[in-house]
């Protein structure tokens, strides 16, 4: 079973910083695509950043320049730099991770990490 774990959230002040850590249970060549998805109280889960395995990471418009998505191959870690954090980055970030097997599709989501932005 593939779990992952995140971690790094907290309170921060606007024009902060912090780095989310999403620790992966299996290798990387395992999965299709993973990403970092957030959900702030009363919206839709959504896509922050979003890489698949021969590709680079595409981010969403509200983050382009601030977030930068990476990962460790030999910690089998995904991390999540955000910069210049702001109030409306309020939210539960989410690590994503989609496998492909036997034909079908398989999900795979962490508990959540949650991260504040406010002074």
């Known amino acids: 079973q593939v779990q992952l774990v995140e971690s790094g959230g907290g309170l921060v002040q606007p024009g902060g910083s912090l780095r989310l850590t999403c620790a992966v249970s299996?290798?990387?060549?395992?999965?299709?695509?993973m990403g970092w998805y957030r959900q702030a109280p009363g919206k839709q889960r959504e896509l922050v950043a979003r890489?698949?395995?021969?590709?680079?990471?595409n981010y969403a418009d509200s983050v382009k320049g601030r977030f930068t998505m990476s990962r460790d191959n030999a910690k089998n870690t995904v991390s999540l730099q955000m910069n210049s954090l702001k109030p409306e980055d309020t939210a539960v970030y989410y690590c994503?991770?989609?496998?492909?097997?036997?034909?079908?599709?398989?999900?795979?989501w962490g508990q959540g990490t949650q991260v504040t932005v406010s002074s």
């Open positions: 994503h991770a989609v496998q492909y097997y036997s034909g079908s599709y398989y999900n795979y």
């Open positions: 299996a290798s990387f060549h395992a999965f299709n695509a």
């Open positions: 890489a698949t395995s021969s590709s680079s990471v």
